[in-house]
């Protein structure tokens, strides 16, 4: 069974602070992306990660695949009210003949004003 | 450009009843993507197509849900009947590669 496993699964934390987020698997990936959910909408990609040991920005988030592509972390700096949500990886390249992506089950962050 | 599309957003039924969901995928998607999601949960995916072939339903309660997507564009999604486990958001999405665009998910409660 291929599964993608997320820590923390909560985390709460005040306006400012920074806070890092984390992504595992077993498995090897060709990409790996990360998502935000906020509540009532579908997930929103914010990246996709290629390549081993890759690192990648946005804005106040920063987003790293492992060497060995089996895992990623979401660092984000000075965390603001708007970044609540649910945080998914998602990994890629399992399937054979078709596409094939599983999701983590998330990590929920809420960013107190 | 237009992103997925789904209706109902809401829908509350009493157990056994039967309720099906609708999706219109960005145009020229190809691969149309079903999942469930249970509050605070990752999205889990129920069935995969390929323009209108299955590709992957290994994880969809076959004995209750049935999907389809005729003519490769929308897909429906039934449950019938439904049970108090399925209360759940049903999410839609589609993608010409691995990135995958959702449609904003329809909340169903069993009663």
């Known amino acids: 069974t291929q599964l993608l496993e997320q820590s923390p699964q909560f985390l709460s934390i005040q306006e400012g602070e920074n806070l890092t987020v984390y992504c595992n698997s077993s498995?090897?990936?060709?990409?790996l992306q990360w998502y935000r959910q906020e509540p009532g909408e579908g997930p929103v990609l914010l990246v996709t990660?290629?390549?081993?040991?890759e690192v990648k920005k946005l804005k106040r988030l920063t987003f790293q695949f492992g060497d060995a592509r089996k895992d990623s972390s979401l660092h984000i700096t000075a965390a603001q009210p708007g970044d609540t949500g649910l945080y998914l990886c998602?990994?890629?390249?399992?399937?054979?003949?078709?596409?094939?992506?599983?999701f983590g089950p998330g990590t929920s962050l809420s960013v107190i004003p | 450009e237009a992103g997925v599309a789904q209706s109902p957003r809401y829908k509350i039924i009493e157990k056994r009843q039967s309720v099906a969901f609708w999706c219109n995928p960005i145009?020229?998607?190809?691969?149309l993507y079903w999942y469930q999601q249970i509050l605070g949960q990752g999205p889990k995916l129920l069935i995969q197509?390929?323009?209108?072939?299955?590709?992957?339903d290994s994880q969809l309660p076959k004995d209750r849900f049935s999907a389809e997507r005729l003519k490769g564009v929308d897909s429906t999604l039934k449950i019938q009947p439904a049970k108090l486990e399925d209360s759940a958001v049903y999410l839609c999405?589609?993608?010409?590669?691995?990135?995958?665009?959702f449609g904003p998910g329809t909340r169903l409660t069993v009663l």
């Open positions: 999405a589609s993608s010409l590669g691995v990135t995958q665009y």
């Open positions: 498995s090897v990936f060709s990409s």
């Open positions: 990660v290629v390549t081993g040991g």
């Open positions: 998602a990994g890629a390249g399992l399937g054979t003949s078709y596409d094939k992506v599983i």
């Open positions: 145009s020229g998607h190809a691969t």
């Open positions: 197509f390929q323009n209108n072939g299955v590709v992957d």
